[in-house]
């Protein structure tokens, strides 16, 4: 289920195999390993983002639209989600753009309708379950 975060750790594994293939070998003064450490950092931070920002958008868009349409949930939830996804894809562009930092004030209120979309589903999961009636409607 989580193929983005596996593909983000596995391309970051990777980078760094080709960055310590790359500097075996050669003179290994300070600033070479700061110059190698800072790059490493970079390459973090932009896999955390476009793994955990980026490439969730197109699955919450679908989650939220199989959810809308099987009446299985509340609108509202269904309606969050589909609300959430295109925000957090934007806030994504806006901080790969530099005009704000992931976690700042804008970075939250950016994601404040996914975090009730996920806050309302496990209560629904926890007080009402799945409505018996909607189970054999038409999903799409």
Same mark, same amino acid.
């Given at each position: 289920?989580?193929?983005?975060?596996?593909?983000?750790?596995?391309?970051?594994?990777?980078?760094? !195999?080709?960055?310590?293939?790359?500097?075996?070998?050669?003179?290994?003064?300070?600033?070479?390993?700061?110059?190698?450490?800072?790059?490493?950092?970079?390459?973090?931070?932009?896999?955390?983002?476009?793994?955990?920002?980026?490439?969730?958008?197109?699955?919450?868009?679908?989650?939220?639209?199989?959810?809308?349409?099987?009446?299985?949930?509340?609108?509202?939830?269904?309606? !969050?989600?589909?609300?959430?996804?295109?925000?957090?894809?934007?806030?994504?562009?806006?901080?790969?753009?530099?005009?704000?930092?992931?976690?700042?004030?804008?970075?939250?209120?950016?994601?404040?309708?996914?975090?009730?979309?996920?806050?309302?589903?496990?209560?629904?999961?926890?007080?009402?379950?799945?409505?018996?009636?909607?189970?054999?409607?038409?999903?799409?």
């Amino acid at each position: 289920m989580n193929t983005d975060k596996t593909i983000t750790t596995g391309a970051g594994i990777l980078f760094i !195999l080709a960055v310590l293939a790359s500097i075996t070998g050669l003179d290994t003064d300070i600033r070479s390993l700061l110059a190698t450490g800072n790059l490493l950092l970079e390459v973090y931070e932009w896999a955390f983002l476009l793994g955990s920002k980026l490439l969730l958008v197109p699955g919450m868009l679908i989650t939220g639209n199989i959810l809308y349409k099987s009446n299985l949930f509340p609108r509202l939830i269904s309606v !969050l989600n589909l609300m959430g996804g295109p925000l957090v894809f934007i806030s994504a562009v806006l901080v790969l753009f530099g005009l704000f930092l992931d976690l700042s004030i804008w970075g939250v209120i950016f994601v404040i309708p996914v975090f009730a979309y996920e806050i309302f589903l496990a209560i629904w999961h926890i007080m009402k379950d799945f409505s018996s009636t909607a189970i054999g409607s038409e999903i799409l």
